[in-house]
Structures are given as structure tokens and as C-alpha cells.
């Protein structure tokens, strides 16, 4: 098991290592990848994207190993490298230290530990029938937002991609499926 100080090196490590890459975004081919790391992962922190970026450059959907046993009903496949994303270690404060830190607030956020999260790309099994509807519900609204003679056909492709995007996750709150999508190009997610 490795020591506290070889994890908090490992740490160190891998947030440099994500700094530099986003330092090296001087090429716009690197920094329309990055672009759309950033628009798929809206939800997550700044520190998480350019953690998702530096370690898989092509992730769309990420969630926790059991996440997508459970809730996606997908399986990680063998040897697959984990993603590994920052979360809050979060600790309910005390009165005293309530008072030594000023604060009327009942938790804090103490540090972070390192999660792993798997890539779609990582996962197999067959897609949710949810995720299905919704896919659907995008590629409709490209096809009759995004035809030849759209107003919308000249739109940039991310422009598109929203625009699709958005019409599906409002047709799905419109039906009977349980779970909440979360809105980003081509990768659906229940949150």
C-alpha cells in the first residue's frame, strides 16, 4: 500500500500534469478538443475537466464503476484505466471549530481524494432504452432543424449539437422515463 506522501506526490503529479497539458492548447485542433471536453462535461469543476482531458482526450460519459452496473446497466470491461476525477472530502465541523473559522456552515470541505470514473467507450452492455428515446429525439431534431434547407444548416456544428441536444432533453421531460439527462453533445447521462 503506498504511503501517504507517495499518494499526495501522485496527486501533485497528475494536477501538473493536467496544467501543462492545458498550458500546451496553443493549436486550434488541441483547443477545439479541449472546447469540446469542456461542453460535454459542464457539470463537473474546472479541475475535473482538465483532469478528463489530459487522461482521455476522446471521453464523452463518465460515471463511477458501480454507477454504470447500477444505473446504466453497462458493464466496465476488463483492464480498463481509470479516469480519475477530484471529490470533496467532506467533514461536518464541530462548534468549536465552527467558531474558530467563522462560519455558521455545518460542513466543510477538508481536502480531496481521487475517484476513479470509466469512459462510455470503457463500458459495454446495451444501451438504456432511455438513452435510446433520447438519441432519437436528437437525430429528429437535426433532421428537421439541420436539413438542406434549414435556416440552421449553416450553423456551426456545436450550435447544431445543442440545438439537438436541447430539443431532446425537453421532449424527455415530457415522458415517463425515470432519471434526469444531463444536456451536452452526443452524451447523454442521468445525473
Do not use: C
Amino acid at each position: 500500500m503506498p504511503s501517504k506522501a507517495d499518494v499526495k506526490a501522485w496527486k501533485a503529479q497528475l494536477v501538473a500534469q493536467a496544467e501543462q497539458q492545458i498550458l500546451k492548447l496553443t493549436d486550434s485542433d488541441r483547443f477545439k478538443q479541449y472546447l469540446n471536453t469542456l461542453a460535454k462535461f459542464h457539470h463537473y469543476s474546472a479541475r475535473n475537466i482538465d483532469l478528463i482531458y489530459v487522461q482521455n482526450p476522446q471521453a464523452t460519459q463518465v460515471a463511477g464503476f458501480k454507477q454504470w452496473q447500477t444505473a446504466l446497466n453497462r458493464t466496465v470491461k476488463r483492464g480498463a484505466k481509470a479516469i480519475r476525477i477530484a471529490a470533496p472530502i467532506i467533514k461536518k465541523l464541530t462548534p468549536a471549530e465552527q467558531k474558530r473559522l467563522d462560519t455558521t456552515d455545518e460542513r466543510a470541505i477538508v481536502g480531496y481524494r481521487y475517484l476513479p470514473v470509466f469512459d462510455v467507450s470503457q463500458a459495454s452492455g446495451e444501451p438504456d432504452n432511455a438513452l435510446k428515446l433520447k438519441t432519437l429525439y436528437h437525430e429528429y431534431a437535426h433532421s428537421q432543424l439541420h436539413a438542406l434547407k434549414s435556416a440552421f444548416k449553416d450553423r456551426p456544428r456545436a450550435y447544431q449539437e445543442t440545438q439537438a441536444e436541447a430539443v431532446a432533453y425537453v421532449a424527455m421531460q415530457n415522458t415517463a422515463v425515470k432519471g434526469t439527462f444531463t444536456v451536452f453533445p452526443k452524451s447523454p447521462t442521468f445525473v
